[in-house]
């Protein structure tokens, strides 16, 4: 199976720890979203990178997240001191460059990471 | 920035009767997308509608965008248990002065039971 992957796919942290989640997107895609997810909503954007870079990130992403993409293959998610307020689903988005219509292309999910604090 | 409400936000339903599920903003989108979402999986992308009063039909599920390019429904026909799930709509957010980048913003979602 070559889709998005995802790890891991539950992460239970005390409040204060810091976590770290990965993702592994399809091979050939160039753009990688993370979004954030609570239970019954829908997904919240959190960060965008094409390639390496990181171009686009949310006011939701406060400075105890951090994201990267190394060698703009797979991606971390960071987060430092988590809160309850962090406990939610951490899904991962891949997408390729069209030459036409490329804000049209379909998002390719992962499983996501669900991520609990206590 | 551009919002997407879903309504109802939830549907429940016995098989075999059918329902609409409802895309609305204010704003215009290039595009819309529909995703069904199923528990502890991610969203998977069921169609994109990209013209203005455009249908598009994926077996008994019927898409349409608004002629405005504001709204969008998804109709089922004779409802299965099989259809059970998170109904998610997004659109291209779009950025000052360029392009989304392909970042979606979504609806809230509808989340649909279907009873045997």
């Known amino acids: 199976d070559t889709g998005v992957s995802q790890d891991p796919r539950h992460k239970i942290t005390k409040r204060g720890q810091n976590v770290t989640f990965r993702c592994d997107p399809i091979?050939?895609?160039?753009?990688l979203y993370w979004y954030r997810q609570t239970l019954g909503q829908g997904p919240e954007f959190l960060t965008y990178?094409?390639?390496?870079?990181?171009?686009?990130k949310s006011r939701l992403l406060s400075d105890r997240f951090s994201a990267e993409r190394p060698k703009g293959s797979f991606s971390t998610l960071e987060i430092q001191r988590t809160e309850q307020g962090d406990s939610a689903m951490y899904l991962c988005?891949?997408?390729?460059?069209?030459?036409?219509?490329?804000?049209?292309?379909?998002?390719?999910f992962g499983n996501g990471t669900r991520l609990t604090v206590t | 920035t551009q919002l997407l409400e879903q309504s109802p936000q939830f549907l429940s339903i016995q098989e075999g009767e059918n329902l609409t599920v409802y895309c609305n903003s204010s704003s215009v989108f290039s595009s819309l997308q529909w995703y069904r979402q199923e528990p502890g999986e991610g969203p998977v992308l069921l169609v994109t509608v990209v013209t203005g009063g455009e249908v598009k039909k994926l077996k008994r599920l019927t898409f349409q965008f608004g002629d405005a390019r504001k709204d969008s429904s998804l109709h089922i026909t004779a409802a299965q248990p099989g259809d059970t799930g998170l109904y998610l709509c997004?659109?291209?957010?779009?950025?000052?002065?360029?392009?989304?980048?392909?970042?979606?913003?979504f609806g809230q979602g509808t989340i649909l039971t279907v009873h045997p």
């Open positions: 997004a659109g291209p957010q779009a950025r000052e002065g360029g392009t989304s980048y392909g970042k979606l913003t």
């Open positions: 091979s050939e895609h160039n753009r």
């Open positions: 990178f094409q390639n390496e870079a990181q171009l686009e």
């Open positions: 988005a891949s997408s390729s460059l069209r030459g036409t219509g490329f804000d049209n292309s379909p998002l390719h």
